[in-house]
């Protein structure tokens, strides 16, 4: 199925709707995942537009950041003009390790949890997990970046 949706999206036809989950999820967890993801989908055209834009600087950063702190989350102020190269980008602004997301308390949730579980999940490699943050609207967006963004190594 990744092949196929690859191929219909560099043909230049719209995908709506998808979503890929490894094999060995859950089904319940797969459900939740299309939950959150139906739930932060307001300003969502907007916001993969900006990633296919700017996927090249978004990875670097995220790749840069995940080899000095581990795995986390890109965060992205929202709405937001254009992403800065990474090294214009100082040292602890635009990403929270998930060491600073996953406290003593909420490791038990981490099963339950989509965006604490997308955070553990990810192939750095080849996906980085980018929160887009509206502090006016009060909405917080989460989007995997990969490869459809281009995103490639």
Same mark, same amino acid.
């Given at each position: 199925?990744?092949?196929?949706? !690859?191929?219909?999206? !560099?043909?230049?036809?719209?995908?709506?709707?998808?979503?890929?989950?490894?094999?060995?999820?859950?089904?319940?967890?797969?459900?939740?995942?299309?939950?959150?993801?139906?739930?932060?989908?307001?300003?969502?055209?907007?916001?993969?537009?900006?990633?296919?834009?700017?996927?090249?600087?978004?990875?670097?950063?995220? !790749?840069?950041?995940?080899?000095?702190? /581990?795995?986390?989350?890109?965060?992205?102020?929202?709405?937001? #003009?254009?992403?800065? !190269?990474?090294?214009?980008?100082?040292? /602890?602004?635009?990403?929270?390790? =998930?060491? #600073?997301?996953?406290?003593?308390?909420?490791?038990?949730?981490? #099963?339950?949890?989509?965006?604490?579980?997308?955070?553990?999940?990810?192939?750095?490699?080849?996906?980085?997990?980018? #929160?887009?943050?509206?502090?006016?609207?009060?909405?917080?967006?989460?989007?995997?970046?990969? =490869?459809?963004?281009?995103?490639?190594?």
């Amino acid at each position: 199925m990744p092949v196929h949706v !690859k191929d219909w999206v !560099k043909a230049g036809n719209p995908v709506s709707c998808v979503v890929i989950v490894p094999q060995d999820l859950s089904i319940g967890i797969a459900i939740e995942w299309m939950e959150t993801i139906v739930m932060c989908s307001g300003e969502s055209i907007e916001q993969r537009a900006y990633l296919r834009q700017h996927a090249e600087n978004i990875a670097a950063f995220a !790749k840069i950041r995940y080899a000095r702190q /581990g795995r986390g989350i890109v965060v992205i102020d929202w709405p937001e #003009s254009d992403f800065p !190269k990474p090294e214009d980008i100082p040292e /602890g602004i635009g990403y929270t390790p =998930a060491t #600073s997301l996953i406290s003593d308390a909420s490791r038990e949730s981490i #099963s339950t949890d989509p965006m604490l579980q997308a955070v553990m999940r990810y192939n750095p490699e080849q996906q980085a997990i980018v #929160s887009f943050v509206n502090d006016v609207a009060g909405t917080m967006n989460i989007h995997i970046l990969t =490869a459809v963004y281009g995103y490639t190594n």
